[in-house]
């Protein structure tokens, strides 16, 4: 099995910046992607960002490109989502997912993750 626990969110300023982390557990060799989504009241839930563990993959989506930063610290199992110049927009609940073995070109789909966390608030007031 493996765990997903997000940390980090809060409420901040539009222009602030903040980071969040992921940390997964378990049976990580089976995992070798991370991706952050996040889910606002009465929207779908929206990819945001993608890591491989080797690094050998990275992808934003555009409404975030430019803005955030994933990277990850591969000895303690953790991904991270620094958000700068944060917007209004941006507010939501973020997630952080995992699945077993890669996703391909579907990896923006939340519908292939196999496992999630609880989430994490972002507030961004103007």
């Known amino acids: 099995q493996v765990q997903v626990v997000e940390s980090g969110g809060g409420s901040v300023q539009a222009g602030d910046s903040l980071r969040l982390s992921c940390v997964v557990s378990g049976r990580t060799f089976q995992t070798p992607t991370v991706s952050w989504f996040r889910q606002a009241p009465g929207m779908e839930r929206e990819f945001v960002a993608l890591?491989?563990?080797?690094?050998?993959?990275?992808s934003y989506s555009d409404s975030v490109k430019g803005r955030f930063t994933i990277s990850k610290d591969n000895a303690k199992n953790t991904v991270f989502l620094q958000m700068d110049s944060l917007k209004p927009e941006d507010t939501a609940v973020y997630l952080c997912a995992t699945r077993r073995g890669y996703s391909g070109s579907n990896a923006y789909l939340p519908s292939v993750y196999d496992y999630w966390g609880q989430g994490t608030q972002v507030t961004v007031s103007s």
């Open positions: 890591i491989s563990w080797t690094s050998a993959s990275i």
